[in-house]
């Protein structure tokens, strides 16, 4: 009897670890956070959300707050703090929702006003007053919205491939955002259909690094984030098809450099000529060989590009 009680518990955890391993069960948290947490790392509560950051770089220099997009992380960041954190002093964070942030409080929901105000919080936390906000995706939404509430406290804004203006979103987040499938994307979700997301967001797959589609598994795993995620796919849903979605953009009024992935299929590349008819004193860079996340598939470019922007040498070699 107890052989077989202990071939039946080996038998349980050897499924469960295997759901876990397929997609069907969440990874606690505490798991992913010792996995990807950074020597800088810090958390600080905000609107009920336990808020992951890093402030890194030169001490006393111009400072670059970095926003990342849906499903994301901070760590898409990595790449441009390598490059430009001898120059800069820069902030990222996990927006609520994903990585190591976590799920939204149940109260909460998705939208420009509630994502400035975290960044507006977490910012005043850290004494920062003056500073440039890059975004890219639905990061990029909260930057220029930002930007646009808050120019007083913005030198220059940085948008790369951001939902900004009505479109057809991908058939994932289109799926997620509906009540079959949000529930199906609470449950289940394989490493494969994270990898075909990753890579449908390069302009060249063999571009991603070792280990960047199992981060964002992880992340995405991580429990609570599928079920948040599938919330705020319906925000963005709603939002995408309406013309709220733009509210603004025409009235931003501080420096702006909008850079895009010419290969971007997720906020398609198209969608640039808006930017450059509502924001025309803009300067645009782009690249033909890129996808949606630009700025993680080749962060030597893009950020040679938003060095010369930000020092005005007018030397951007996307375009």
């Known amino acids: 009897m107890n052989w077989f009680r202990l071939g039946l518990l080996a038998a349980t955890l050897a499924i469960l670890a295997a759901c876990t391993s397929m997609g069907f069960r969440d990874l606690p948290a505490e798991k992913v956070d010792d996995q990807y947490l950074l020597p800088k790392s810090s958390f600080t509560e905000i609107n009920g959300n336990n808020v992951h950051y890093l402030l890194e770089g ?5 400072v670059l707050v970095l926003v990342h997009g849906f499903t994301a992380s901070l760590h898409t ?3 441009w703090v390598k490059e430009l954190s001898e120059d800069y002093l820069i902030l990222r964070f996990d927006v609520p929702g994903f990585g190591l942030t976590g799920p939204m409080p149940d109260a909460h ?11 507006e919080q977490l910012t005043k936390r850290l004494g920062i007053t003056r500073f440039s906000i890059a975004g890219n995706s639905m990061g990029g939404y909260i930057a220029w919205n930002y930007a646009w509430r808050f120019p007083e406290k913005v030198e220059h804004l940085i948008v790369v491939d951001p939902m900004s203006y009505p479109q057809r979103l991908p058939a994932e987040i289109r799926a997620m955002s509906r009540p079959i499938g949000g529930a199906v994307a609470r449950r289940v979700t394989t490493p494969g259909m994270v990898s075909s997301g990753i890579a449908g967001a390069y302009g060249d797959p063999e571009n991603i690094q070792p280990g960047v589609e199992q981060r964002y598994f992880d992340l995405f795993m991580r429990e609570g984030n599928r079920a948040s995620a599938a919330r ?11 013309d709220y979605l733009s509210l603004g953009i025409s009235e931003i009024s501080v420096p702006a450099l909008v850079m895009w992935g010419e290969k971007d299929t997720i906020t398609p590349f198209e969608l640039i000529e808006h930017w450059r ?10 690249y033909p060989e890129l996808g949606h996340i630009p700025m993680e598939e080749d962060p030597v470019r893009t950020s040679e590009d938003l060095r010369a922007y930000l020092l005005g040498l007018n030397t951007a070699k996307g375009e």
Not at 58 to 62: M, N, R, T, V, W
Not at 232 to 242: E, Y
């Open 58 to 62: 030169k001490k006393d220099a111009p």
């Open 77 to 79: 960041w990595d790449g």
């Open 232 to 242: 705020i796919a319906r925000k963005m849903a709603r939002l995408a098809d309406s």
């Open 109 to 119: 929901d998705f939208s420009a006003d509630y994502m400035c105000n975290i960044v």
């Open 277 to 286: 008819r509502d924001l025309p004193d803009a300067t645009y860079v782009t």
